[in-house]
C-alpha cells in the first residue's frame, strides 16, 4: 500500500524568510510525486510534480521541491515566503502503474508580515 | 480554459434526506474522480471513471453512496439516505489519461455536505 506523510501540522514563518514543508512517501516502485495548494473554500490547485530526472523540480508561484529517494522524501520550499502563501499543503504520491492517487493529511502554512 | 465545475458548492441537509452532488470535468478528460476530504483531512478517493466505466469504485460506500457517467463527461454522485457522519467535502477532479499515469489532477471547488 502507499502512503504519505507530513509530519507537521502547521508551519510558521515571517514573510520573507525561506519556506519548508516536509513530506515523506512510501510506495512501490518508482514514486510520482505531487504538491498542491488549498486556499480556504477553495479546491486543490497543482503546484509541481515529479516524474522522473532531475530531482529538483519547479512549479508555480515560486515553489519548488526536492526528490531525495534514499530518504524517501518530497519536501515542498521556497525561498522567500509571502503573506499570500498561507494556505494548506498536501503531498500526494502515486506509483508506477497505478492511478491512485494517495494525499496526506496536509499541513497549515501561515506566513506573518 | 474553463475548469472543474461542481455544484452545489454548500448543501445542508437533515439525517435521512438524499443529496445530489454534479460534476463537470474539463473538456476533453477522459478520467474522472469523486474525493471525500473530511476537516483536517487529506482527500479519499471514492472512485474513478474512465470515460463512463467506474474502474476503482472500492472505497465507496455502496449500501447508500451511488454514481454515474452516463455519457462519459458529467458526473452525479447521490447519497441516499444521508447520515450526520457524511458531513465533508465532496471534490471532484478530472485528468488526461496518461500511459504511465503521470498525470495531474485538476480538482473542482468542492460540494460542503452538512447534515443535521
Known amino acids: 500500500a502507499q502512503s504519505v506523510a507530513q509530519p507537521e501540522d502547521q508551519v510558521n514563518v515571517a514573510e520573507g524568510n525561506p519556506l519548508t514543508v516536509k513530506c515523506t512517501y512510501s510506495?512501490?516502485?518508482?514514486?510520482?510525486l505531487f504538491w498542491y495548494v488549498q486556499y480556504p473554500n477553495r479546491g486543490l490547485q497543482f503546484l509541481l510534480k515529479?516524474?522522473?530526472?532531475?530531482?529538483l523540480v519547479k512549479g508555480s508561484y515560486g515553489f519548488e521541491a526536492e526528490f531525495n529517494k534514499s530518504q524517501t522524501s518530497f519536501h515542498l520550499k521556497k525561498p522567500s515566503a509571502l503573506v499570500s502563501d498561507s494556505a494548506l499543503y498536501f503531498c500526494?504520491?502515486?506509483?508506477?502503474?497505478?492511478?491512485?492517487?494517495?494525499f496526506g493529511a496536509g499541513t497549515t502554512v501561515t506566513v506573518r508580515a | 480554459e474553463a475548469g472543474v465545475v461542481q455544484s452545489p458548492r454548500y448543501k445542508i441537509i437533515e439525517k435521512k434526506q438524499p443529496v445530489a452532488f454534479w460534476c463537470n470535468p474539463i473538456?476533453?478528460?477522459?478520467?474522472l474522480y469523486w474525493y471525500l476530504q473530511n476537516l483536517g483531512q487529506g482527500p479519499e478517493l471514492l472512485i474513478r471513471?474512465?470515460?463512463?466505466?467506474?474502474?476503482?469504485d472500492s472505497q465507496l460506500p455502496k449500501d447508500r453512496f451511488s454514481a454515474e457517467r452516463l455519457k462519459g463527461v458529467d458526473s452525479t454522485l447521490k447519497i441516499q439516505p444521508a447520515e450526520l457522519g457524511d458531513s465533508a467535502v465532496y471534490l471532484c477532479?478530472?485528468?488526461?489519461?496518461?500511459?504511465?499515469?503521470?498525470?495531474?489532477?485538476?480538482f473542482g471547488e468542492g460540494s460542503r455536505l452538512t447534515v443535521l
Open positions: 515529479y516524474i522522473t530526472g532531475d530531482n
Open positions: 471513471y474512465e470515460n463512463e466505466e467506474a474502474v476503482d
Open positions: 477532479a478530472s485528468s488526461l489519461r496518461t500511459g504511465q499515469g503521470a498525470g495531474e489532477l485538476f
Open positions: 500526494a504520491v502515486r506509483a508506477l502503474n497505478d492511478y491512485k492517487l494517495s
Open positions: 473538456s476533453g478528460h477522459n478520467t
Open positions: 510506495v512501490s516502485g518508482n514514486p510520482y
